[in-house]
């Protein structure tokens, strides 16, 4: 027996002998030795049981009062543009808006998004709204369109320039000319200067939000800076850019369907190079694109002799190797399959209907003779 239960025990047994009870036998773990646990447990318990009930008294009192701390009461003053950029997440969308002053904190506006499925639709763009708004109003204002602060415009692959000047001056009343005076000083804006001393097929379509007050050098700016991202993200060499966008330019404009782009890439290195029956001697590509180019005719047209005999550095009837340069602007599709095209022995393809674009490609004249009289066929079926 320790020391310490010999000292409990005589204090029991004096406090039993001064109320005039008599002790009876000691217990192996009983007496007052056996409520010290028990006593201990309930103090811990009241004091849980004590700090539940204040902490709960505190969360009630406290926690709307500090949800309203962190956001502002709105409606909001002034006005401010905001930019969501492409993949931006609910956190992401806002941190920018306490950033530019629209929201007080992150959290709220966080939490309503979260609980928003409608959230998930807001677009990349430039929106107008107010500073110091309420999480939700900041959230209702960028999921309307009226509150989208630029002029969307949406530039289609295979375009050229001539034809994006009238798209983007329609949607945003910068002159054509202005873009043509721009244009024309093509290295001013970073492009490497080229043997076709020209902006084209270096500008990447797509759908760009433009602010009010860009300017056609700003406009330039934001898409020449998208297709140098795009270049440099699929690391082709600086010195290879023209090359690259020329040869994707033609496989853009020769035909419709993606998966044919990399099988007329692959014609045409065939071509360049002599491949199969050519016997090693580069045979000219003469692609009809490139006529329609230097013609300034759209669509799927035909070439005369004429348009042919014209005398061009796009001629490619007249003039060994690739033109001079790209023809059109090309898209991510048409520079994939410019980097890594299949393997083949290609020389030929004619499009065998041109409603569909369904293309046939042909490694021998005997087989692409075959090809262009079924395209006579069906020609002849639609009168």
């Known amino acids: 027996m320790s020391d310490e239960d010999v000292f409990l025990d005589d204090i029991v047994e004096e406090q039993d002998h001064g109320r005039g009870h008599r002790r009876g036998p000691r217990r192996s773990g009983g007496g007052v030795r056996s409520l010290i646990p028990v006593l201990l447990v309930l103090l811990v318990l009241g004091g849980l049981a004590f700090g539940g009930v204040k902490g709960y008294q505190w969360l009630t009192s406290n926690v709307s009062v500090e949800a309203e701390e962190q956001d502002f009461p709105g409606p909001g003053t002034g006005e401010v543009v905001v930019e969501v950029a492409q993949g931006d997440t609910g956190t992401d969308i806002a941190g920018t808006l306490v950033e530019q002053g629209v929201i007080k904190s992150a959290g709220p506006f966080i939490t309503i998004f979260s609980n928003t499925p409608e959230a998930s639709s807001i677009e990349p763009g430039l929106y107008r709204l107010k500073k110091e708004m309420k ?166 047209v035909g070439t005369t002799d004429a348009e042919r005999a014209t005398e061009s550095p796009y001629n490619t009837y007249l003039n060994p190797g690739l033109p001079i340069g790209p023809i059109a602007a090309p898209g991510g599709a048409t520079l994939d399959a410019t980097t890594n095209p299949p393997e083949g022995d290609w020389l030929y393809f004619v499009s065998v209907n041109t409603d569909t674009g369904e293309t046939k490609f042909a490694a021998t004249w005997d087989e692409h003779t075959k090809n262009v009289r079924e395209w006579q066929e069906w020609a002849e079926s639609k009168g």
């Open 135 to 300: 999480s939700a109003d900041a959230l209702t204002t960028l999921l309307d369109p009226a509150s989208l602060a630029a002029h969307r415009v949406i530039v289609p692959e295979g375009l050229r320039v001539s034809q994006i000047w009238p798209v983007i001056s329609e949607a945003t009343d910068i002159p054509v000319e202005e873009f043509e005076a721009a244009a024309a000083d093509y290295t001013s804006f970073g492009i490497p200067e080229n043997p076709a001393k020209s902006l084209e097929g270096y500008l990447w379509p797509g759908r760009y939000d433009i602010p009010e007050d860009a300017t056609a050098e700003d406009v330039i700016t934001m898409m020449w800076t998208r297709m140098e991202e795009e270049l440099t993200k699929r690391e082709i060499p600086e010195d290879q850019w023209h090359r690259t966008l020329t040869i994707a330019s033609l496989a853009e404009m020769e035909v419709r369907n993606a998966e044919d782009y990399g099988k007329v890439v692959r014609t045409i290195l065939n071509r360049l190079e002599g491949t199969g029956e050519a016997g090693g001697s580069p045979m000219p590509l003469q692609f009809d694109s490139t006529i329609h180019y230097l013609s300034g005719k759209s669509g799927a």
